[in-house]
Structures are given as structure tokens and as C-alpha cells.
């Protein structure tokens, strides 16, 4: 680099996974022999990354349970790419909060995540029990990864109004359902999530919600202009969603279809996408 000449951005992949089937179990895995059902560790998503010329990323939980997140975070001090951990944490614990204390004494946890599209209360963001776990979160600075589905959004603003100090970020779009075309009631609802300006977005997750045999850029673009609209490119951030979108293409594939999909964008709006806004929401 010459004298004068600023370094390139940071691209920050701000969503992606690691497993041990050997460790732990992943009850939402699909049955059968697949692509999912096999170890993914540091040194597969390596080469990716380089490839890409990703220079960090985020690990995101897959399994609920304390002993996963030591173990990201084990996995994280010994791989200076990986920047950040998103565990998970049971905040409906009466003792969320030394939990939390116990695992920020480590370095590189920077969120909480719990698979609420998996829970068969429609509202259990809105519980009491989850409002005081999410505000042990705030108290300690941590982000708060919503992993919805496109009913959730409803209770989103009320969430923020109850944990106003809370940063979230809404994880694969709130996975619309791009397979069938579908744009409402998901378009008119994360629209009113993005008028709260503490709420970031991922434009991750979305060619598993395809028709994952034939998917196209042009399937993504009507949903990937929605979030640009609404959210700005102050407020988007990629995540590859790796290994999981092996589902549907590889990581090369999904980092490409990503660009493609948001259009012609600045070279400050480029970086902001696949890079600054992680590093800024996530403190990293």
C-alpha cells in the first residue's frame, strides 16, 4: 500500500454457524442424510471467507444450551477471523444476569439469540418472564438477535417499547416466503420494524426460503429492494448464513447473489452492507 492510500473496508460475514454433531445434538436439523448433517468447524468456513475476501465474521448459536456458547466462545479465542459470538442464554432464567456475567468474562461474546420461530407462543418476546431476561441483555450492552418469522413482526414494536435501551437486529429478513411470491403481510410489517430506528436487519437466509432447486437473483431482488427501502443501507447487513444455505448454493454463490440482488450501490453503501454496519452494531 503506498503512502496516503486508505486500506480497503472490512467485510464482516455477520451471520454464520458452526457445529459438532459429535458434541451436541441439533433436534431442528432435517432428518436423513443431507448437506447439514456433518461437523462444521473454524477451519471449513476459513477458505470461504478468503475467497470471498471476507475478513471476519460472527458465529451465530445453533443448539440452546450454555455449554454451546462456551464452547463458541472456546472456539472463538483460537481463531482471530472469528469477531464475535451470538449465544444462547435461557432468559427466562431468574438467574439470567450471572449467566451473562459469567460469560462476558470471556472474550468475544456480543449477543443473545433464542429460536423464537420455533416456540408455539406466537408472542413469547411479549412474555414477562422473556421482557425481564431481554432487559439483562440491555443492562449489559448486549445485541439481541430476533430469529422471527414474518407473524412475529407484530411484536416487535412492542418489544422495543417495553426494553427501549435493547439493540436488535432481525435475522433473514424475517423469512418472507420468497418461493411462493409472497410479499404481505411480511412488506407492511417489517416496514413498521424499520421505523424504529434501533432495529438493524440481516440480508441473510434468504435463498433457503427459495425454491432452493432453481433459484434465481431475480427471486431475491423484490424483497432485498423492501429492506434497502425501508432500512437504508445505514441499517442492512450480510450474513451468508453458512453452512446452512448449502441447502441452496454455496457460500461464494450467496455472497455474490447478495450484491447482485441490492443493485448498483456507492462504494460507501458497499461497505456499510458487507462490513461497517456489523462492525458498529455489534461493537466488534
Not at 476459513?46 to 448459536?61: F, N
Request: charged fraction near 25%; charge should be negative.
Amino acid at each position: 500500500m503506498t503512502t496516503g492510500e486508505s486500506a480497503p473496508p472490512t467485510v464482516v460475514d455477520a451471520h454464520h454457524h458452526l457445529w459438532d454433531l459429535d458434541r451436541f445434538d441439533y433436534p431442528w436439523m432435517p432428518p436423513g442424510e443431507n448437506v447439514l448433517r456433518k461437523t462444521y468447524l473454524p477451519e471449513h468456513l476459513a477458505p470461504h471467507l478468503k475467497r470471498t475476501g471476507a475478513d471476519k465474521a460472527v458465529v451465530v448459536q445453533a443448539q440452546h444450551s450454555v455449554e454451546e456458547a462456551g464452547w463458541l466462545l472456546d472456539l472463538a479465542e483460537a481463531n482471530d477471523f472469528m469477531a464475535g459470538v451470538v449465544a444462547w442464554v435461557d432468559l427466562t432464567s431468574r438467574n439470567v444476569g450471572d449467566v451473562l456475567d459469567g460469560l462476558l468474562q470471556r472474550t468475544g461474546l456480543v449477543g443473545i439469540r433464542h429460536l423464537v420461530h420455533d416456540e408455539p407462543d406466537d408472542r413469547w418476546l411479549l412474555r414477562d418472564d422473556v421482557i425481564r431476561g431481554l432487559r439483562e441483555l440491555a443492562r449489559r450492552g448486549l445485541a439481541y438477535d430476533l430469529l422471527l418469522r414474518p407473524q412475529h413482526l407484530q411484536y416487535v414494536a412492542p418489544l422495543a417499547e417495553k426494553v427501549p435501551d435493547l439493540r436488535m437486529v432481525v435475522d433473514h429478513i424475517a423469512k418472507p416466503l420468497i418461493a411462493a411470491g409472497t410479499m404481505e403481510p411480511w412488506a407492511t410489517d417489517i416496514a413498521a420494524v424499520a421505523a424504529l430506528p434501533s432495529v438493524y436487519c440481516k440480508v441473510s437466509g434468504m435463498v433457503t426460503e427459495t425454491d432452493m432447486a432453481n433459484w434465481t437473483v431475480e427471486d431475491l431482488k423484490p424483497y432485498m429492494a423492501h429492506v434497502i427501502e425501508h432500512f437504508g443501507f445505514d441499517r442492512l447487513m450480510f450474513g451468508s448464513d453458512w453452512p446452512v444455505c448449502l441447502l441452496a448454493g454455496t457460500y461464494k454463490q450467496v455472497f455474490e447473489a447478495t450484491l447482485a440482488a441490492a443493485g448498483s450501490i456507492s462504494d460507501d453503501d458497499r461497505a456499510a452492507l458487507m462490513g461497517g454496519n456489523a462492525t458498529a452494531f455489534y461493537r466488534l
